[in-house]
């Protein structure tokens, strides 16, 4: 028998709880496009979104179609080719998929398809072991005798972390996975780890972990007792958002109503508390700002990766 993780779980709970389940019926059927295999965290946020958005646009069905070729970048030359009658939604997150396409040597994903609208936002944070390093000051006693545990690179937190380096001298290393991280974090094998906060949410409320500090502006109301790096003396800002685009040819009567569905969204009382349940933040980023915020972190990684890339440059 297979075992879901609690995270799993707690996203496909949230969407079995909603009525219009969103591998139903065929009426007016409009496609997710997920860059990412089945049972990958994007997969299961797009089959827990669907619901919600299809509550807020009754006349449309939703589907969730994977398509995870080249760690997502197939997905966007399938959506940039799309027929314009087509209605096809990608689901975009961001580092990552810009940082697939940096890696890759190709356009900017900004470039081929237009931004439609974020609606979760995830804040990066450093954690501990109860009984490690309480506090940034702590961190930086320990110098390079201590070692930063992150994600694999390309992830927001891995980005984080990176972002640390000469601000704190702990040695960083790279985890197969966000599980990995947080365990050896846990088991205090590492001083501390970076993780985004639903990697770290469930170890945090129940005392296995502790927050050092939240790379946020301000502190959070999912974890409020957690202070901020800037509180500390780090001036470090960092989070992921996820959220979708389209076809820039898609019709504007298309594109007006999956906007205005997705705004309603983001400010439905049971969205926010699913994402709180989950460690995110519903925040909705209309596709103005959504695009300067690609447009901006692409540009970001771009120089990084001249700079110092996160992975062997191919020969």
């Known amino acids: 028998m297979t075992v879901l993780p609690r995270r799993a779980m707690l996203l496909l709970a949230g969407a079995s709880a909603l009525p219009g389940p969103a591998l139903a019926s065929r009426r007016n059927p409009v496609e997710l496009l997920v860059g990412a295999p089945g049972g990958s965290p994007a997969d299961l946020w797009a089959r827990s979104v669907a619901p919600f958005l299809e509550r807020c646009l009754p006349r449309l069905t939703l589907t969730v179609r994977n398509h995870a070729g080249r760690s997502g970048l197939e997905a966007v030359a399938l959506l940039a080719a799309a027929r314009p009658e087509q209605k096809l939604i990608g689901v975009v997150t961001t580092p ?41 000051a702590a961190l930086r006693a320990l110098g390079d005798r201590g070692t930063l545990g992150t994600p694999p690179p390309a992830s927001a937190a891995h980005f984080a972390g990176m972002r640390l380096e000469g601000r704190l001298d702990l040695a960083r290393l790279a985890f197969p996975s966000a599980a990995a991280a947080r365990q050896a974090a846990i088991s205090g094998h590492v001083a501390a780890a970076m993780l985004a906060m639903p990697d770290a949410i469930a170890a945090l409320r129940e005392g296995k972990l502790v927050g050092i500090g939240i790379a946020a502006s301000r502190r959070s109301t999912l974890v409020p007792e957690v202070p901020t790096l800037r509180e500390q003396g780090l001036d470090l800002v960092a989070a992921a958002q996820r959220g979708f685009a389209l076809n820039p040819a898609a019709p504007d009567a298309f594109r007006a109503g999956l906007l205005a569905g997705l705004e309603t969204m983001a400010a439905d009382p ?29 540009g970001e990684l771009r120089r990084l990766w001249a700079e110092e890339p996160w992975l062997p440059r191919r020969a």
């Open 270 to 298: 049971d969205f926010a508390a699913q994402a709180a349940s989950l460690g995110q933040n519903a925040r909705f980023l209309g596709p103005e700002a959504w695009g300067r915020v690609l447009t901006r972190a692409d």
């Open 96 to 136: 990552l998929l810009l940082a697939r396409a940096v890696e890759a040597g190709e356009v900017s994903p900004v470039e081929r398809i237009a931004p439609l609208a974020a609606v979760i936002e995830e804040s990066m944070v450093l954690v501990g072991a109860p009984a490690g390093p309480p506090d940034v």
